[in-house]
């Protein structure tokens, strides 16, 4: 049976900034912005400058970040953002 959320984690080295289930997240990829959904497929990514969005409880919020690194592996999306 898929999934239909994501566990997101958001963190700087100063503290959490986000940590839920969502539906889906936007990420601002050093090769351009990017969408993960349920189920996707492992990956490790870099991150620019721009907003990280998501859907949360059917509202969409979003995180502005300078860099940082990405990681989706098993609908766990970890990003450690500068």
Do not use: W
Not at 34 to 58: K, N
């Amino acid at each position: 049976m898929k999934n239909s959320e994501l566990q997101l984690n958001i963190i700087s080295p100063e503290k959490k900034l986000f940590s839920g289930m969502v539906s889906s997240v936007v990420i601002p990829g050093v090769k351009g912005r990017f969408g993960v959904y349920p189920d996707h497929a492992p990956l490790i990514s870099s991150l620019q400058e721009g907003a990280i969005t998501y859907s949360a409880s059917g509202t969409e919020q979003s995180v502005e970040v300078k860099g940082g690194i990405a990681e989706v592996i098993q609908n766990v999306v970890t990003i450690c953002v500068v």
